[in-house]
């Protein structure tokens, strides 16, 4: 059995599916919040920056480069520097 959960976003008005771990929804969803973005929102931003991975794989690194840099500020931040690099 599987610990992967499977979910349907809309990036740029197409409907698709997600399989992430329930802690890796957990910490996107807390991200949408702190960032007060809809959830479709930040993946297709995701989205349109990664480049040669799958869209799960851009995720995971977006969600620990976010959390990486709210430990090392007072205050959560966006990812800087996800955008526009390799991923």
Do not use: H
């Not at 992430?20 to 949408?32: G, Q, T």
């Not at 995720?59 to 709210?70: K, Q, S, T």
């Amino acid at each position: 059995m599987s610990t992967l959960v499977n979910r349907n976003i809309t990036l740029k008005g197409r409907r698709t599916s997600l399989r992430l771990e329930p802690d890796m929804w957990e910490a996107l969803f807390e991200i949408c919040v702190r960032e007060n973005c809809p959830i479709g929102e930040l993946c297709t931003q995701i989205d349109e920056a990664k480049e040669d991975s799958s869209l799960t794989a851009a995720i995971r690194v977006y969600i620990l480069i976010y959390f990486r840099n709210a430990a090392a500020s007072e205050r959560p931040v966006k990812a800087q520097g996800f955008v526009g690099k390799a991923i």
